[in-house]
Protein backbone atom coordinates (compact mmCIF):
# COMPACT_ATOMS: atom_id res chain seq x y z
CA UNK A 1 0.00 0.00 0.00
CA UNK A 2 1.51 3.51 -0.37
CA UNK A 3 1.22 6.84 0.54
CA UNK A 4 -1.89 7.96 -1.31
CA UNK A 5 -3.88 4.58 -0.51
CA UNK A 6 -2.99 4.67 3.34
CA UNK A 7 -4.37 8.59 3.08
CA UNK A 8 -7.28 7.49 1.78
CA UNK A 9 -7.73 4.83 3.58
CA UNK A 10 -7.30 6.88 7.20
CA UNK A 11 -10.22 9.19 5.58
CA UNK A 12 -12.62 6.29 5.41
CA UNK A 13 -12.05 5.13 8.81
CA UNK A 14 -12.21 8.46 10.51
CA UNK A 15 -15.59 8.60 12.15
CA UNK A 16 -17.84 11.61 12.01
CA UNK A 17 -16.96 14.31 14.68
CA UNK A 18 -20.05 13.68 17.56
CA UNK A 19 -20.45 16.85 19.70
CA UNK A 20 -20.89 16.73 23.06
CA UNK A 21 -23.07 20.04 22.98
CA UNK A 22 -24.97 18.52 20.38
CA UNK A 23 -25.78 15.88 22.50
CA UNK A 24 -27.06 18.00 25.13
CA UNK A 25 -29.19 19.91 23.24
CA UNK A 26 -32.62 20.39 24.50
CA UNK A 27 -32.02 18.90 27.60
CA UNK A 28 -32.30 20.31 30.88
CA UNK A 29 -29.56 19.71 33.48
CA UNK A 30 -29.93 19.70 37.02
CA UNK A 31 -26.82 21.72 38.76
CA UNK A 32 -24.77 24.43 37.72
CA UNK A 33 -24.53 26.30 41.20
CA UNK A 34 -23.11 24.99 44.57
CA UNK A 35 -25.52 27.40 46.35
CA UNK A 36 -28.99 26.38 44.71
CA UNK A 37 -30.69 24.26 42.89
CA UNK A 38 -29.95 25.38 39.27
CA UNK A 39 -30.55 23.87 36.35
CA UNK A 40 -29.10 24.64 33.04
CA UNK A 41 -30.12 24.61 29.30
CA UNK A 42 -28.42 24.11 26.02
CA UNK A 43 -29.16 25.45 23.39
CA UNK A 44 -27.54 26.25 19.69
CA UNK A 45 -27.97 29.58 17.25
CA UNK A 46 -26.45 30.17 13.67
CA UNK A 47 -23.79 27.78 14.93
CA UNK A 48 -23.17 28.72 17.84
CA UNK A 49 -23.69 26.78 21.37
CA UNK A 50 -25.23 28.47 24.37
CA UNK A 51 -25.64 27.21 27.98
CA UNK A 52 -28.35 29.34 30.20
CA UNK A 53 -28.14 28.48 33.98
CA UNK A 54 -31.16 29.00 35.86
CA UNK A 55 -31.19 29.75 39.27
CA UNK A 56 -33.43 30.07 42.43
CA UNK A 57 -34.51 33.38 43.17
CA UNK A 58 -33.33 32.63 46.78
CA UNK A 59 -29.80 32.07 45.63
CA UNK A 60 -26.93 33.81 47.37
CA UNK A 61 -24.71 33.58 44.46
CA UNK A 62 -27.11 35.07 42.15
CA UNK A 63 -28.49 37.46 44.85
CA UNK A 64 -24.73 38.97 45.62
CA UNK A 65 -23.71 39.28 41.30
CA UNK A 66 -27.18 41.00 40.70
CA UNK A 67 -25.55 43.42 43.74
CA UNK A 68 -22.43 43.54 41.73
CA UNK A 69 -24.31 44.18 38.35
CA UNK A 70 -26.53 46.84 39.98
CA UNK A 71 -23.72 48.59 41.55
CA UNK A 72 -21.44 48.80 38.44
CA UNK A 73 -24.37 50.02 36.27
CA UNK A 74 -24.77 52.94 38.92
CA UNK A 75 -20.70 54.25 38.02
CA UNK A 76 -20.67 56.63 35.49
ZN1 LIG B 1 -27.54 29.55 42.26
Redesign the pocket.
Known sequence: MNRPERRQAAKRKTPEPVSLLDALLDQRITG???????YQDVTRVDGIYRIT?S??AT????NAREGVDRGARRTP
Do not use: E, K, N, V
Open positions: GCQDCDAIHDCPWL
